[in-house]
C-alpha cells in the first residue's frame, strides 16, 4: 500500500545534541518530498522540499534532509537542537505535483534543558 | 496581509448540527484546500479547489461540501455533524498548486468537537 512512514512517535533529545527523524514511503515513482513543522496551536511550516538534484537539501531554521533512493527515505537532521525546536514535524510527499499531499502521522520532539 | 485565516478557532457541535469552517486568504492564490488532522494520522485532504467555480474531492471527502464562489474564500460544510468528525480543521493555499515551483501555506486551524 502506498504510504508515507514516521517510525518514531515521539523522540526526546537533549539540548545542542544532533537530531535525526525518519520518514520511509512506498509509492512507485519518487515523489516529491517535505518535511513541515508544527508548533503548538499554529498550523504547519515549510521546513524544507525535495524534487530532484542534489540529495542533500538546506531547509530553514538549520535543518537538512537526505534524501536516499535505495532507502525510499528522506531523513531530517539538525547538527545542534535548540529548545525552540520542540514541535511536531511532519514528512509528506505529493506523488502528482498538485497539492495532494499525504502525510506521515508526525514525529514529537521533545528538547531536554 | 493576513495570509491564510480560518474562522472560528474552536467549536464544540451536538451531533447532528450543520456548521460552516470559514477559510480565507488574501494572496490571490486559486488554489485551496482543506485538511483534517487527527492523532496518529497526520493530515488527509479533504477536499480541494483550483479555482473559483472549481472543486473536486480529495482523500476523504464524505460528510463535507464545499464551494467556492470566489477566488478568496473556500468555505467548509459539515451537513450534519458526527462524533468521527471530532478533529482539527486545516485550509491551506498556493497560487497554482504546483508542488515544484511554490509553497503551499497552512492556516492556524480549527479545532472542532463533536459531541
Known amino acids: 500500500a502506498q504510504s508515507v512512514t514516521q517510525p518514531d512517535i515521539h523522540i526526546t533529545v537533549s539540548e545542542g545534541a544532533s537530531l535525526e527523524l525518519r520518514c520511509n514511503y512506498s509509492y512507485g515513482a519518487t515523489p516529491y518530498l517535505f518535511w513541515y513543522v508544527q508548533s503548538p496551536g499554529q498550523g504547519l511550516q515549510l521546513l524544507l522540499k525535495?524534487?530532484?538534484?542534489?540529495?542533500l537539501v538546506q531547509g530553514i531554521k538549520g535543518f537538512e534532509a537526505e534524501f536516499k533512493r535505495s532507502q525510499s527515505s528522506f531523513n531530517l537532521r539538525k547538527p545542534s537542537v535548540h529548545w525552540s525546536d520542540a514541535a511536531e514535524y511532519f514528512c509528506?510527499?505529493?506523488?502528482?505535483?498538485?497539492?495532494?499531499?499525504?502525510f506521515g502521522a508526525g514525529t514529537r520532539l521533545t528538547v531536554k534543558p | 496581509n493576513a495570509g491564510v485565516t480560518q474562522t472560528p478557532k474552536f467549536q464544540v457541535l451536538k451531533t447532528g448540527q450543520s456548521m460552516t469552517l470559514q477559510c480565507a486568504q488574501d494572496?490571490?492564490?486559486?488554489?485551496m484546500s482543506w485538511y483534517r488532522q487527527d492523532p496518529g494520522m497526520g493530515l488527509r485532504l479533504i477536499h480541494y479547489?483550483?479555482?473559483?467555480?472549481?472543486?473536486d474531492q480529495g482523500e476523504v471527502p464524505n460528510g463535507y461540501n464545499v464551494s467556492r464562489s470566489t477566488t478568496e474564500d473556500f468555505p467548509l460544510r459539515l451537513l450534519s455533524a458526527a462524533p468521527s468528525q471530532t478533529s482539527v480543521y486545516f485550509c491551506?493555499?498556493?497560487?497554482?498548486?504546483?508542488?515544484?515551483?511554490?509553497?503551499?501555506?497552512f492556516g492556524p486551524g480549527t479545532r472542532l468537537l463533536v459531541l
Open positions: 491551506a493555499s498556493s497560487y497554482t498548486g504546483r508542488t515544484d515551483q511554490e509553497t503551499q501555506y
Open positions: 494572496m490571490n492564490h486559486e488554489y
Open positions: 479547489s483550483v479555482g473559483a467555480g472549481i472543486t
Open positions: 509528506a510527499v505529493d506523488v502528482y505535483n498538485n497539492n495532494d499531499m499525504r
Open positions: 525535495y524534487f530532484s538534484g542534489d540529495t
